[in-house]
Every structure is written in structure tokens, then in C-alpha cells.
């Protein structure tokens, strides 16, 4: 019971998560924030405050299922251990670049005082930053498709 639940919560914020990489305009990971461009007329309102609390929770929610699933569960098939960890490992890999690579790269283009013509710098921070999310993009949905073919593996071994 608790597994299936635990495997119910893992699979729907893990496809929250490589939804909103794949099709968003931001990750949803803690930081996720910085990514987007800041614009003057946006303003803060409580309820941006309030939904950017739910958004920063998605990811670690995700990571904490997963790394439970791989490490906790009892009594299942090799295979299903296996697409458990590669879960967890793909979603620490979307944490771990973006906490490390996309928001310090935004916020030294944020930073970069605006010009008629791009530098070699801005293009080469626009560069690494689209490597960046292309990287986290492939972890995020690689793990998601672990999490579908866990939960659609036997449940136990024999």
C-alpha cells in the first residue's frame, strides 16, 4: 500500500518535472526562479510567492520518492531496483545541473550589461547554458520513463 502510493506520488512529480523541462518555461526544481528573465513589470504578488513554494517542492519530492523506491523496497525484481536507482540518479543529475550549471549561468547573463551586439562571452554563456538544459532535459525525462518502466515491471521477485 505504502509502495504503490510512494510509486503514485514518484511518477506523477517525476512527469511533472520532465514535463515542465520538455514543454515549460522553467524547471521545477528549487531555483527555477532565477532562470526566468527579471522584468520590471512583473510584479510580486502573494499567490507567485505561494505557487513558487509548490513548484520548489516538485523536484525534491520526485528525488525523495525515488531514492526511497530504490533504497526501501522489499521483495522486487533486480530489474525494478535497477529502473528505481537509474530514477533517483536521473533526478539528481536535473537537481544537481540546475542548482550548478543553468541558474549561475543565467544570473551572469542577467548580469551582463545590456548591448547592440552580443559579445563572445554572452554567446558563449548562451551556449553552455543551452548544453546545460539539454543535458538536465535528457536526465529529467530519462528518469521519468524509468519511474513508467518500473511501475509497469512485475512487482515481485520469485
Same mark, same amino acid.
Given at each position: 500500500?505504502?509502495?504503490?502510493?510512494?510509486?503514485?506520488? +514518484?511518477?506523477?512529480?517525476?512527469?511533472?518535472?520532465?514535463?515542465?523541462?520538455?514543454?515549460?518555461?522553467?524547471?521545477?526544481?528549487?531555483?527555477?526562479?532565477?532562470?526566468?528573465?527579471?522584468?520590471?513589470?512583473?510584479?510580486?504578488?502573494?499567490?507567485?510567492?505561494?505557487?513558487?513554494?509548490?513548484? +520548489?517542492?516538485?523536484?525534491?519530492?520526485?528525488?525523495?520518492?525515488?531514492?526511497?523506491?530504490?533504497?526501501?523496497?522489499?521483495?522486487?525484481?533486480?530489474?525494478?531496483?535497477?529502473?528505481?536507482?537509474?530514477?533517483?540518479?536521473?533526478?539528481? #543529475?536535473?537537481?544537481?545541473?540546475?542548482?550548478?550549471?543553468?541558474?549561475?549561468? +543565467?544570473?551572469?547573463?542577467?548580469?551582463?550589461?545590456?548591448?547592440?551586439?552580443?559579445?563572445?562571452?554572452?554567446?558563449?554563456?548562451?551556449?553552455?547554458?543551452?548544453?546545460?538544459?539539454?543535458?538536465?532535459?535528457?536526465?529529467?525525462? #530519462?528518469?521519468?520513463?524509468?519511474?513508467?518502466?518500473? +511501475?509497469?515491471?512485475?512487482?515481485?521477485?520469485?
Amino acid at each position: 500500500m505504502v509502495e504503490s502510493l510512494l510509486r503514485f506520488v +514518484n511518477l506523477t512529480t517525476s512527469g511533472l518535472l520532465a514535463g515542465s523541462l520538455g514543454f515549460g518555461e522553467a524547471a521545477l526544481m528549487p531555483g527555477w526562479e532565477y532562470e526566468l528573465p527579471v522584468r520590471k513589470e512583473r510584479r510580486r504578488r502573494r499567490t507567485d510567492l505561494a505557487i513558487k513554494k509548490y513548484f +520548489n517542492a516538485i523536484g525534491p519530492v520526485a528525488l525523495g520518492t525515488a531514492v526511497t523506491l530504490a533504497v526501501a523496497s522489499r521483495g522486487v525484481r533486480p530489474l525494478k531496483r535497477t529502473l528505481d536507482t537509474a530514477t533517483a540518479l536521473g533526478l539528481a #543529475g536535473v537537481l544537481a545541473s540546475t542548482i550548478m550549471l543553468t541558474v549561475p549561468i +543565467n544570473k551572469e547573463i542577467e548580469a551582463q550589461p545590456p548591448s547592440d551586439y552580443p559579445s563572445e562571452r554572452s554567446k558563449s554563456l548562451t551556449r553552455n547554458w543551452s548544453r546545460a538544459h539539454a543535458v538536465r532535459t535528457t536526465l529529467g525525462i #530519462g528518469a521519468f520513463v524509468c519511474a513508467v518502466a518500473s +511501475n509497469l515491471a512485475k512487482p515481485h521477485a520469485k
